[in-house]
């Protein structure tokens, strides 16, 4: 079953970047523990809808900020699957979640 998972989370990843639904960052990192700069950061970066935000370990202060945010989930990029990317709108991934997923997914 690991190599199905794996062939259905390229095709996943494959399409979204298709439509231009991925977004890729240096960083993501938060000065303090507030909703609100998380918020205006996300909207920034074209979040609307449901957004998946992939880090490889999301910064502390960033994950408390984002996770009261409405249609946002943080995963980490060793827990992606396949079906968090079909049900998003838009993914903001970090530069190391994708070379991470890269090196993973061949």
């Not at 205006?40 to 910064?59: E, I, M, Q, S, Y």
């Not at 980490?76 to 699957?81: A, E, I, K």
């Given at each position: 079953?690991?190599?199905?998972?794996?062939?259905?989370?390229?095709?996943?990843?494959?399409?979204?970047?298709?439509?231009?639904?991925?977004?890729?960052?240096?960083?993501?990192?938060?000065?303090?523990?507030?909703?609100?700069?998380?918020?205006?950061?996300?909207?920034?970066?074209?979040?609307?809808?449901?957004?998946l935000?992939?880090?490889?370990?999301?910064?502390?202060n960033?994950?408390?900020s984002?996770?009261?945010?409405?249609?946002?989930?943080?995963?980490?990029?060793?827990?992606?699957?396949?079906?968090?990317?079909?049900?998003?709108?838009?993914?903001?991934?970090?530069?190391?979640?994708i070379?991470?997923?890269?090196?993973?997914?061949?």
């Amino acid at each position: 079953p690991r190599k199905g998972e794996r062939g259905a989370l390229r095709a996943a990843l494959t399409a979204k970047l298709r439509d231009g639904g991925v977004t890729v960052v240096d960083e993501l990192r938060a000065d303090a523990r507030k909703t609100k700069p998380a918020a205006d950061l996300l909207k920034r970066l074209g979040a609307a809808g449901r957004t998946l935000v992939v880090d490889v370990k999301p910064d502390d202060n960033f994950s408390v900020s984002a996770r009261n945010i409405a249609g946002v989930k943080l995963v980490p990029s060793g827990r992606l699957t396949a079906r968090d990317v079909m049900n998003t709108t838009r993914i903001i991934a970090t530069r190391a979640a994708i070379e991470r997923l890269q090196e993973v997914l061949g």
